[in-house]
């Protein structure tokens, strides 16, 4: 079955640091870039940005662009998101999606990862 | 960026009732336009790609239609699982862009 599975949920205070993780199962993981995307609470969806497995090249949304590191390791078919110094405001839920390379809809979706900043 | 513009923000229809969903651009994406349907607690799924393809294993109910910059989703009879939010998604220019969403909901 073709799935994203993506890390647990996870409480932090402003200015820590965090990584979270999406690991593809079921398919060719480096044949489909991967998105992010969060949800803040009730909110609507916003595309963060996206990268190549197979070769590690990452496009960021200006909106997130600096705040956020997306990465990849291929040999665990793990994309990673990352924030450097965590803020209130980025308390959210972050889903990883797989697409085609290319201009291309997002057709597999992970579960999503929950992540509170609160002091 | 393209703002996608998505009309109306509730929707309210009873099983068996046909619903349209409209999504607007503020420019042209071409064909490039997905819509995603989104269940409480639930990641959002895929429904609809390239303006009016159907994804894999999704109701014939479901069909879009539109291109440039108009575009809409039906759903021809509305069933008690199709109560859910549905964004539209351009992803003709980066950055990506959604609309802010329609809730269909029980009348």
């Known amino acids: 079955e073709v799935q994203l599975v993506q890390s647990g949920a996870e409480v932090k205070k402003p200015g820590e640091s965090l990584r979270i993780s999406c690991k593809g199962c079921?398919?060719?993981?480096?044949?489909?870039?991967i998105s992010w995307v969060r949800q803040m609470p009730g909110k609507g969806l916003e595309w963060m940005g996206r990268?190549?497995?197979?070769?590690?090249?990452?496009h960021s949304s200006p909106s997130f662009q600096g705040h956020v590191t997306i990465s990849v390791d291929k040999s665990i078919s793990t994309a990673y998101l990352q924030w450097g110094s965590l803020k209130a405001s980025d308390t959210a839920m972050y889903y990883c999606?797989?697409?085609?390379?290319?201009?291309?809809?997002?057709?597999?979706w992970g579960q999503g990862t929950t992540v509170t900043v609160s002091s | 960026e393209i703002v996608m513009t998505q009309s109306p923000a509730t929707l309210s229809g009873s099983p068996g009732e046909r619903a349209t969903l409209s999504c607007r651009a503020s420019q042209s994406v071409s064909g490039n336009l997905a819509w995603y349907q989104q269940k409480p607690g639930q990641a959002p799924r895929l429904l609809i790609y390239g303006a009016s393809t159907r994804a894999t294993g999704i109701p014939a109910r479901f069909s879009g239609s539109g291109s440039g910059t108009e575009f809409t989703l039906t759903i021809s009879s509305l069933q008690s699982e199709d109560f859910a939010v549905y964004f539209c998604?351009?992803?003709?220019?980066?950055?990506?862009?959604f609309g802010q969403g329609t809730q269909v909901e029980i009348k």
């Open positions: 999606a797989r697409h085609p390379r290319g201009n291309t809809a997002m057709d597999v």
């Open positions: 079921g398919y060719s993981f480096d044949s489909y870039w």
């Open positions: 990268i190549d497995p197979s070769d590690s090249y990452s």
């Open positions: 998604q351009q992803y003709n220019n980066w950055p990506w862009t």
